[in-house]
């Protein structure tokens, strides 16, 4: 299973990617921003999962959401948000704009494999 990550910092990219890996995801392609994270998923249209920042330079999360689900091919890409952008007017925008599942930074590796189950609609 293909996933692509898309944070501007390195270091958050590394942490989420470490997480997925030992949680056995081990294809993961990166993206340090909103256009290069929408260059990799239109160049690698079988990608099954994105995760993404909000806060970003260039083009930010919420803009690659939309852009994402405007895209036919990717109406149903599952995707969770990963921001520090925590309050509820913030999360229901994101969640009107596409976005499956939301984690609030800093959280814990338990967190993002809770997340990523309930997205992909499987029990524990
Ligand atoms: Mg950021």
Redesign the pocket.
Known sequence: MKLLVV???ST?RRIIKNTLARLGYIDVLEGGDGLEGWAALDANPDVEMLIT????PEMN?LELVKKVRADARFKDLPIIMV??EGGKAEVITALKAGVNNYIVKPFTPQVLKEKLAAVMGVSE
Do not use: A, K, Q, V
């Not at 920042?53 to 970003?56: C, L, R």
């Open positions: 944070d501007d910092s958050m920042d909000w806060n970003m999360g921001t520090t």
